[in-house]
């Protein structure tokens, strides 16, 4: 075999090297080819069947298919994981994680420390209450014991109803709990999100508990949530959310869920 010049070893890995600098602008900040989708870690509280529970040990339900959707209209990868109710608030706002979706209402005092989504679900809070009690609205909580997952709407109506911090104000991590305690006979009432007291009572007929309607209790929305000031991620999610307004795949999602055809345009007036 012939021996190989020192000066074309020089050359040939000269050659590499500018090879290897070429191709550096076929990728992106991340080292990914362009076309590549980039990812976002989303975080959920998944125990709110029907909007996200665990089953098989994955993260399920209405918000659970519908990030996913919007992901691909976004162009991104979504990487999703159950994580507690206020770690899931902290992890958001630190930007240790991309976005927040958990049946969260839009408030005037989250959108301070957040940033959100037009709204993309309405809903209500209702009472839980076993078949044979005799309250019939937000009235008749006066001298009861409620049961709540702590930070949430449901909880400030409690309080609005006995006060702040009152006793009989029992906060819990999930509503499932606060649900558990009400069937132990530890709370006269749960209230919470319509879809979550629904679902429960429709799953669980031998517990015997019926679902109580206020008109009192404000209409609220849901939105999608971020870290203040990432306005590219919720543009984003905004544009692909009207384009599931629009082709129709939101209403397939939401009759997959709940059986029935949301109203897009009162969504749509939020906006």
Not at 67 to 91: M, Q, R
Request: contains cysteine.
């Amino acid at each position: 075999m012939k021996k190989i010049s020192t000066s074309f070893l020089l050359l040939f890995a000269l050659l590499i090297v500018l090879a290897g600098c070429g191709s550096s602008e076929n990728s992106n900040a991340k080292g990914e080819n362009e076309g590549d989708k980039k990812t976002v870690k989303v975080l959920t509280n998944a125990a709110y069947a029907p909007m996200e529970y665990m089953d098989n040990n994955k993260p399920t339900g209405f918000d659970i298919d519908l990030i996913k959707e919007l992901g691909t209209e976004a162009g991104y990868e979504v990487e999703i994981e159950h994580i507690g109710w206020d770690p899931l608030f902290i992890e958001i706002e630190s930007e240790r994680a991309d976005i927040g979706i958990s049946s969260i209402t839009i408030t005037e005092e989250r959108q301070e420390k957040y940033d959100f989504s037009v709204p993309y679900y309405l809903s209500t809070n209702k009472i839980l209450v076993p078949e044979d009690s005799t309250i019939t609205s937000g009235a008749d909580l006066k001298d009861k014991v409620i049961a709540v997952q702590g930070g949430t709407t449901g909880m400030e109506i409690a309080e609005d109803i006995l006060g702040k911090n009152h006793k009989d104000v029992k906060k819990f991590e999930e509503n499932t709990l606060a649900i558990m305690e009400l069937t132990k006979n530890g709370a006269d009432a749960v209230i919470a999100d319509s879809p979550i007291v629904e679902y429960y009572k429709t799953q669980n007929p031998g517990d015997k508990l019926k679902v109580i309607e206020d008109s009192s209790f404000s209409s609220e929305y849901y939105g999608i949530m971020f870290a203040k000031g990432n306005t590219e991620l919720k543009e984003a999610f905004d544009k692909a959310l009207n384009t599931l307004f629009d082709n129709g795949k939101y209403e397939e999602i939401y009759e997959k869920w709940f059986g029935s055809k949301p109203d897009i345009e009162n969504l749509k007036a939020q906006q």
